[in-house]
């Protein structure tokens, strides 16, 4: 098959719709289908063989994201050049409505994945709060419906947004892991980049530096482990337009002896990151998957986190983590819980190894063409009047 991927997040842009769509590329690449994507242009950016880049320029809300100009000359001569089987969509914006256009006018399937919970980032509209909500999940789920298949990251993620209307056929497919990437990592590297003592007991956080993300809740609830644990360090990792907000709480807390910010570090220095902690805390209520747990739980991580859409699929409470409700001092508990007992610790730690193999990129990925296969099957049918 050869697939035409349309998103509006792409390299170089870190986040987990492109970490996404770089893991399911890769394995449908290995199984022997040819995936042309059309994403937004950065400054900078080689030519890609298989990357169809549009001007772009920088959002207003964050300069480090561009936003697609969805017009070029050529577009159409290029698919009838390189025609596509099948449209898959990872936004229903600006790339997303293009990709939806194209796979109309050559009459070909569109699937979408629906990655964000978009009425819950309205903070980032320039209107309303919540006139901004309605008209995003009017806009989503219009969008949705006129897909052949939508697919949602958990399962919780597709009850919610049946319930909201989406009457198009809706399957859930996580997002896989590359499971090799965390195995004879260099366990230390984390202690030895940030100054670390080696005794010390590191708590991670991966994730964009945003308002969605939750992150004061996991510096407040820190402030009150590291009053009792002083030799805990918490090691926030990911940039984002909160940054600035989040350093000076940091130092509001009396914690910047205690709490790293990396910044924005590379893929291979990640890994190492999540090999070299402890344990994983996670606040966000806006999540449909979050990826990030997954890979802690591939590095053996034992994960907090507050019980909220698709990270209640990601995690079996009390087996490789705890699920706790947005509640400071029972999330607080928790983590202490976890140093106070280091066999509970080790345990939850081997079996957040053994469930994360259900999340094997190569498996979701052989799902995802059969799910290709099925709708273009079906796609044919109807064209050819046979259903």
């Given at each position: 098959?050869?697939?035409?991927?349309?998103?509006?997040?792409?390299?170089?842009?870190?986040?987990?719709?492109?970490?996404?769509?770089?893991?399911?590329?890769?394995?449908l690449k290995n199984l022997g289908h040819e995936v042309i994507i059309f994403a937004p242009n950065y400054p900078g950016i080689a030519k890609e063989e298989t990357v169809y880049r549009f001007p772009s320029i920088p959002s207003l809300t964050n300069r480090d994201f561009y936003l697609a100009i969805p017009f070029a000359r050529g577009l159409d001569n290029f698919i009838k050049e390189n025609p596509l089987d099948i449209v898959h969509v990872h936004s229903p914006f600006i790339l997303g409505r293009l990709g939806a256009k194209i796979a109309k006018d050559f009459g070909v399937?569109?699937?979408?994945?629906?990655?964000?919970?978009?009425?819950?980032?309205?903070?980032?509209?320039?209107?309303?709060?919540?006139?901004?909500?309605?008209?995003?999940?009017?806009?989503?789920?219009?969008?949705?419906?006129?897909?052949?298949?939508?697919?949602?990251?958990?399962?919780i993620i597709s009850r919610h947004?049946?319930?909201?209307?989406?009457?198009?056929?809706?399957?859930?497919?996580?997002?896989?892991i590359n499971l090799a990437e965390f195995a004879d990592q260099d366990k230390m590297?984390?202690?030895?980049?940030?100054?670390?003592?080696?005794?010390?007991?590191?708590?991670?956080f991966v994730g964009r530096a945003g308002k969605e993300k939750n992150i004061p809740f996991i510096l407040h609830s820190f402030s009150l482990v590291n009053s009792r644990y002083p030799?805990?360090?918490?090691?926030?990792?990911?940039?984002?337009?909160?940054?600035?907000?989040?350093?000076?709480?940091?130092?509001?807390?009396?914690?910047?002896?205690s709490v790293i910010f990396t910044g924005r570090i590379s893929r291979e220095n990640l890994i190492k990151a999540y090999c070299g902690s402890d344990l994983?805390?996670?606040?966000s209520l806006t999540e449909t998957q979050g990826i990030v747990i997954a890979e802690a739980k591939a590095a053996g991580l034992p994960t907090i986190a507050v019980d909220a859409f698709g990270v209640s699929n990601m995690i079996q409470n009390?087996?490789?983590?705890?699920?706790?409700?947005?509640?400071?001092?029972l999330f607080t508990e928790r983590i202490i819980k976890l140093l106070d007992d280091i066999n509970l610790r080790q345990q939850m730690s081997h079996n957040a190894q053994t469930t994360v193999q259900i999340l094997s990129s190569q498996q979701c990925a052989a799902k995802l063409a059969q799910y290709y296969r099925e709708i273009i099957d079906s796609h044919v049918l109807l064209h050819e009047g046979l259903v």
């Open positions: 098959m050869r697939i035409g991927i349309f998103t509006d997040s792409y390299t170089p842009y870190v986040s987990g719709v492109v970490r996404s769509i770089e893991l399911f590329t890769s394995e399937p569109l699937v979408f994945t629906y990655h964000t919970l978009y009425d819950q980032y309205s903070h980032y509209a320039p209107i309303g709060k919540n006139f901004s909500k309605e008209l995003i999940r009017k806009f989503c789920v219009e969008f949705c419906n006129r897909c052949q298949l939508v697919i949602t990251p958990t399962e947004i049946k319930n909201m209307g989406v009457k198009a056929q809706v399957k859930w497919l996580p997002t896989g590297w984390i202690k030895k980049a940030y100054g670390i003592n080696p005794s010390d007991t590191v708590l991670l030799s805990t360090k918490l090691v926030i990792v990911g940039d984002g337009p909160e940054l600035a907000n989040l350093k000076n709480l940091t130092i509001d807390l009396r914690l910047e002896k994983f805390v996670f606040g009390d087996k490789d983590g705890f699920l706790v409700p947005h509640d400071i001092q």
